[in-house]
């Protein structure tokens, strides 16, 4: 797929034309920096290296952006009103963004690698007991031998 391709594809991928607007600048910044080894094993650095991409992680960075951006168009402003009896309340753009940034990033080869497989797991701080990590069953497991 040549950059010209990805960029067609990631830009419908990200609702690149919906606000807040991603430019090809942003999006050719986002395939940058989603560039993978080629399929004979070039790195991005090799001579002879094929460009290739990993869609999903440019489109993370996608993401990341539009929630950039989102926060500092949404700075302040109206987030909640009644009228005739009806409440209307704007949803949270930015955590939606991130939201994605983060289910596309799970299913990025670039972003498994980054991690090493590891993902980090949130707790509801309202429930803090709810799950316990595995450090902690020595101690409630003690004397049920």
């Known amino acids: 797929m040549t950059r010209d391709e990805a ?14 607007v991603l430019s090809d600048t942003d ?8 560039r993978i080894p080629d ?37 302040g402003g109206l987030k909640q009103f009644t009228a005739e009896g009806a409440t209307f309340v704007k949803g949270d ?13 799970s299913q990025s080869t670039v972003g498994a690698a980054a991690t090493g497989g590891i993902a980090v797991i949130e707790l509801d701080p309202q429930t803090p007991d709810a799950l316990l990590p595995r450090s902690a069953w020595p101690v409630l497991t003690d004397g049920l031998d």
Request: glycine share 6%.
């Open 7 to 20: 960029r067609t594809a990631l830009s419908a991928l990200v609702s690149a034309t919906t606000p807040p």
């Open 27 to 34: 999006l050719d910044a986002a395939l940058t920096a989603a």
């Open 39 to 75: 399929s004979d094993g070039h790195a991005p650095v090799d001579d002879g290296y094929t460009e290739t991409f990993d869609l999903n992680y440019a489109a993370a960075e996608c993401m990341i952006m539009k929630a950039t951006r989102a926060g500092v168009a949404g700075a």
């Open 93 to 105: 753009q930015v955590a939606d963004f991130l939201r994605l940034a983060d289910l596309f990033r």
